[in-house]
């Protein structure tokens, strides 16, 4: 017998010892779908059957290669919106930390097999562009059952309704809010075996562009020397150890006594992020603050500076590798760089970050070094304390500081905040627990980050991962557990097309930011948001230290959707 039932795109199965006895299927519930043009909606179907079985999503035919098993196809149809814009995936599981099995993948492959009392989720999306009218639409799930060479019958269909407003959402390049996501693209040609900057690699590089594309993404990460994060010290960890260093983007040369400097790579990139819309930023990684690890060998290169900046070259003259040691050639590469910029005409947009400076004094006076050899260059810091950004540093114009921290001085940043001249975004990385964006993470916490942006007074949001996946992501996401969570490193998988897999995460991340530019869109409008702040937060007018946890916000996915209905009605009226 197959049991089958909708639920809501917030749904996170867990297959394991602790919900083994649990009956999902014991209470329907009722799908009232909602979004607006130019919007998405989407549900969650639910399959369990006490035989082994294969799903399938397509009108291929399937056999299951060890033997005979019921074959059920899912095909969704809906009356006024055309089959392309409706997009059916199956949803796999991934390992966590505690060895339970948690969805979090949406798969390429058009079937798979399910064995006996396991449950099997299907994602169904249904976009509406704008040739889709305003209006009342039943979606309709229908569940066809074959056996071997029988006959295929209609075994369940399921219902649901979306309610479509007249509201246009803005193409995700237009988004107002300020997504950053760093790109580890080194870490990308390692897992499809290209070549690094090769054409095989590029290609791969696009398709993941363009997914962060659809997220809105502002910034582009540019890695301009060796290794800046050391591996995410990743040569410390004796039992879990994986590759995840990343190289330069610009190849040096050294002929006779002058250092030329190679920006065809950088130039490529920079145009391909144009391309897809993403140009608002240019984040240069590897010229400040750059982690080392002294005893592990990872140390200061450049004479008589204390940062550990690395740059390789290559000299012509003996044909060998070498770096750059003295401090006078240092400086020709940061003028170099400098002028690359300035004659791209992006030297505005360009900042120079550093992750996590722990020391102010010390970055005071490496900043200080830097704004003397490129006068040219503005600078932005991940900072893991708000005092940061109290000192008034010249030239730092962007501040990104953790969320614990931010609202553990959310009344000090509230003073200081309108004399930063940049952009000002909150992260969460390996902590706080929560809210965050782990395989453990309820799926609504990725929602809610932007509802955080909105209700602190943030630009935006940055998250250090999306592709730093350990060495064999679908086998083992799991990674330097208990310091970093599972799923901590990424946002997405390989594909094996040379695309990205997207997930459960990304798609709630993508639904919190459209939640944002409703916010907003009701904001330019005049219109309060008060109401809809106080149904997702809890006493949001006492903001303080530990605000962030959960307690303190909505985990109810039928909340956020009312939430939606309401901003969209209000919105349709205007």
């Not at 097999?113 to 639409?137: L, M, R, S």
């Not at 290209?194 to 540019?222: M, R, T």
């Not at 550093?354 to 970055?363: K, N, S």
């Not at 501040?399 to 959310?410: G, S, V």
């Amino acid at each position: 017998m197959l049991k089958c039932k909708l639920e809501r795109e917030s749904f996170k199965y867990v297959y394991g010892m602790t919900t083994l006895r649990t009956d999902f299927f014991k209470e329907s519930i009722e799908i009232k779908e909602v979004c607006g043009k130019n919007d998405w909606s989407a549900v969650q179907v639910l399959l369990e059957s006490d035989k082994d079985m294969l799903v399938t999503i397509n009108n291929d035919p399937r056999f299951y290669k060890k033997r005979a098993v019921d074959c059920y196809r899912l095909k969704v149809t809906v009356e006024g919106i055309p089959d392309e814009s409706i997009k059916v995936q199956l949803v796999d599981l991934v390992e966590d930390d505690d060895h339970q099995l948690k969805s979090d993948i949406l798969l390429d492959e058009q079937s798979i097999f399910v064995k006996a009392g396991k449950i099997q989720c299907v994602w169904v999306e249904i976009k509406t562009d704008n040739g889709v009218e305003p209006g009342h639409y039943e979606p309709k799930v229908s569940i066809y059952k074959s056996y071997l060479f029988e006959d295929e019958v209609l075994y369940n269909q399921l219902n649901y309704s979306l309610d479509v407003f007249d509201h246009t959402m803005k193409k995700p390049e237009d988004f107002r809010f300020y997504l950053d996501l760093w790109q580890h693209n080194s870490n990308i040609a390692r897992k499809y075996e290209v070549p690094l900057w090769g054409e095989e690699h590029f290609s791969i590089i696009d398709n993941y562009i363009a997914s962060l594309a659809d997220l809105g993404q502002k910034a582009v990460s540019l890695i301009v020397s060796e290794i800046p994060w050391s591996g995410q010290n990743s040569l410390v960890n004796p039992i879990d150890s994986s590759d995840l260093y990343e190289y330069n983007m610009v190849r040096c040369y050294k002929n006779e006594e002058e250092l030329k400097f190679d920006f065809n790579i950088l130039d490529r990139y920079v145009e391909l992020c144009d391309r897809h819309g993403i140009n608002q930023e240019y984040e240069v990684f590897g010229l400040i603050n750059v982690w080392t690890r002294p005893e592990a060998g990872f140390d200061c290169v450049i004479e008589g500076y204390d940062d550990g900046i690395r740059i390789r070259y290559y000299d012509e003259s003996d044909q060998t590798f070498k770096y750059i040691r003295k401090k006078v050639d240092y400086e020709r590469y940061l003028q170099a760089l400098e002028q690359y910029f300035a004659d791209k005409g992006i030297i505005d947009r360009v900042r120079i970050i550093a992750d996590e400076p722990a020391d102010i004094e010390e970055y005071k006076n490496r900043l200080s070094f830097l704004k003397k050899v490129t006068p040219k260059f503005k600078f932005k810091a991940a900072i893991n304390h708000v005092e940061f950004m109290q000192e008034d540093i010249p030239d730092l114009m962007d501040y990104c500081p953790n969320i614990r921290d931010l609202t553990k001085e959310f009344q000090r940043f509230q003073e200081i905040k309108d004399s930063c001249q940049g952009t000002i975004s909150y992260y969460v990385c390996c902590g706080p627990k929560n809210p965050n964006t782990f395989i453990s993470s309820p799926l609504l916490e990725s929602r809610v980050i932007p509802w955080f942006a909105y209700l602190l007074g943030t630009d935006g949001f940055l998250r250090w991962n999306y592709t730093v996946w350990p060495d064999q992501p679908r086998e083992k996401i799991s990674y330097a557990y208990p310091e970093w969570a599972a799923g901590d490193t990424n946002f997405v998988y390989p594909g094996k097309t040379g695309k990205p897999m997207l997930t459960l995460r990304y798609k709630n991340l993508l639904r919190g930011i459209g939640d944002y530019e409703y916010l907003m869109d009701l904001k330019e409008a005049n219109v309060s948001t008060d109401e809809f702040l106080d149904e997702i937060f809890y006493n949001r007018t006492k903001i303080h230290e530990e605000y962030y946890k959960n307690d303190n916000y909505c985990l109810e996915s039928e909340v956020y959707q009312s939430v939606k209905r309401k901003m969209l009605e209000l919105l349709s009226n205007k």
